[in-house]
């Protein structure tokens, strides 16, 4: 019942702002997100590249309404890339792009300006030899995510999309993407759906995601697999041997502040492995969700403060 309650709690306003202006959250929050600015976030980069980590950078804020607001976190993007690569970082990174930020959800014309956008951040990534993947929100944003990409990938080959195996749909999707050779994350789902549309139990999830990893892994296309679950890198890493992919044919993606030690592990071990590190003032949605995914991580939120 808890993660279905803090799923609605990322969508309520009222919360957001009395969360927000709570200091003892914003010191919880650091865990999970890396800075508000863009010297915060380079400085974990350099640190996790500095342990064989790769990266994968996350300007928070979802649900843009305005041109103006989506042009400055297009610009956002365009700045951090540039000095990802005056930093010697861009070989090591990539950025992961929500749609809704650069102006998918403007109700006019919000598919062709996140596009323009999109392809501004994309042709800055090619630049500096960096990448580019389309984060993957609600239901309602899956189409045109994904046709986004199609798009994209005429003439940026490497943008990857994210597909969540909560929903329905998602085994139709990788088999329809399965030739494309498209960088794909596979990812459980983090947004509360209806019934209809997405999975609900947590075995059903499970199972899907299974299915999604056999998928993936059959296809053509670059499996970025990310979960925290044993378990799920176990079945990824057997799907991986059986279709004879090697170690530097896929990788692991984790969110940064989470399973620090299991990270540890696996990038001693050889394995690819890409952090998913987010940063900006806009943590408020991306944080309640976190919380929402893991029971350990709302422990951890309420025994910081009661520490104050």
């Known amino acids: 019942m808890l993660g279905p309650m803090l799923l609605r709690a990322s969508r309520n306003e009222r919360l957001r702002d009395v969360i927000e202006r709570n200091p003892l959250t914003r010191k919880v929050v650091t865990r999970f997100v890396a800075g508000e600015g863009q010297d915060a976030v380079l400085a974990v980069v350099h640190r996790l590249h500095s342990r064989d980590m790769a990266t994968t950078l996350d300007f928070l804020g979802e649900d843009v309404s305005d041109l103006a607001g989506a ?8 700045s951090l890339l540039y000095r990802l690569y005056e930093a010697g970082a861009a ?17 006019k014309d919000g598919h062709e300006i996140a596009l323009g956008h999109a392809y501004q951040i994309a042709v800055a990534a090619a630049a500096v030899g960096c990448r580019m993947t389309l984060d993957m929100e609600d239901h309602t944003t899956v189409d045109s995510t994904l046709a986004i990409g199609d798009e994209l990938r005429q003439q940026f ?12 749909r998602t085994a139709g999707d990788l088999a329809q993407l399965a030739g494309s050779g498209a960088r794909i994350r596979l990812v459980k789902g983090a947004y509360r759906e ?49 279709r004879g992919k090697g170690l530097d044919d896929w990788e692991i993606q984790m969110l940064y502040g989470i399973s620090a030690g299991l990270q540890a592990e696996l990038a001693g071990s050889g394995h690819a492995l890409r952090i998913y590190v987010p940063y ?12 929402a995914e893991r029971p350990a991580n709302v422990a951890f939120f309420l025994r910081a403060l009661a520490r104050g």
């Open 71 to 78: 042009r400055r976190v297009r610009d956002q993007y365009v």
């Open 91 to 107: 070989e090591l990174s990539e950025v992961s792009v929500k749609l809704s930020a650069v102006g998918q959800s403007i109700p």
């Open 157 to 168: 080959p490497l943008t990857g999309n994210v597909l969540q195996a909560n929903l329905r």
């Open 194 to 242: 209806p019934e209809s549309i997405a999975y609900q139990r947590k075995n059903e999830v499970d199972r899907a995601y299974r299915q999604g990893l056999h998928q993936l892994m059959a296809s053509n296309c670059y499996p970025m697999v990310a979960t925290h679950d044993p378990a799920m890198i176990r079945a990824a890493s057997d799907a991986a041997q059986r």
């Open 280 to 291: 900006g003032t806009d943590w408020y949605g991306y944080f309640m969700r976190r919380l």
